[in-house]
């Protein structure tokens, strides 16, 4: 089904463009077509990463098969967008002219990836996988921290826990409990590539001298953020 995009020039057109990427990495289908050709022609520059994520990544890749598909050095032109002169209008009809017969033709301008676009493409999804690691995510943790026994002081079981300190560890608020049963339940929120749940228990809160009070942790919820 045709899809009809208009003044793609203008902050409205853009958002309509943005609005239809979404998901998606062609105009029409899972590979470059005409229909990306004449959007991108009627898109005067490349649309700003953080207002139309989704069409300036699509702005990037037509550039890129484009660029390698018409290999002779361009030396720019402009686009004004006023309404075309009276000596203008015969020139128009003819370019839509053969635009139409165009749309008849099975050429393939694109053809096969060259070993140096192939080069660049790996190197552009590295590139993001670099970023998006570093971008470190955040989880919520429920535990429980068990006492000894009943004479525990859990006052100062409490103090014990919330004297580990580690780079991306907080500690939260306790949870109450039942009443009677000798055991702290606490909430903390790590991040997830500085610190490890498991280490955090096993090496710190169950040897010394935290052990003096802490018998055994037990994770009851653990939620990424």
Not at 66 to 88: D, M
Not at 199 to 221: F, G, H, M
Request: proline share 4%.
């Amino acid at each position: 089904m045709a899809v009809t995009f208009s003044d793609l020039h203008t902050e409205s057109g853009l958002k309509s463009l943005e609005s239809f990427l979404t998901g998606k990495d062609y105009i029409s289908g899972n590979q470059i077509t005409k229909d990306d050709v004449k959007v991108y022609a009627a898109v005067l520059g490349k649309p700003s990463a953080d207002l139309y994520p989704s069409a300036s990544k699509w702005y990037d890749c037509v550039a890129s098969k484009l660029s390698s598909s018409f290999p002779g050095k361009a030396t720019g032109v402009g686009i004004s967008t006023q309404a075309p002169s009276a000596e203008a209008a015969p020139a128009k009809e003819a370019v839509k002219e053969a635009d139409a017969a165009d749309d008849d033709d099975d050429l393939d301008l694109f053809g096969d990836e060259t070993e140096e676009e192939k080069k660049a493409a790996e190197e552009r999804d590295q590139a993001k996988a670099s970023t998006k690691k570093k971008e470190s995510g955040k989880s919520s943790v429920l535990m429980d921290v068990k006492p000894w026994d009943d004479e525990t002081d859990m006052k100062k079981l409490e103090e014990a826990v919330r004297s580990v300190e580690l780079p991306g560890l907080l500690w939260a608020k306790l949870v109450p409990v039942g009443y009677g049963i000798k055991k702290m339940t606490i909430m903390l929120t790590i991040v997830d590539d500085l610190v490890s749940v498991d280490s955090l228990i096993e090496e710190r809160l169950t040897v010394e001298p935290i052990n003096e009070y802490v018998q055994s942790c037990d994770i009851v919820a653990f939620n990424k953020i």
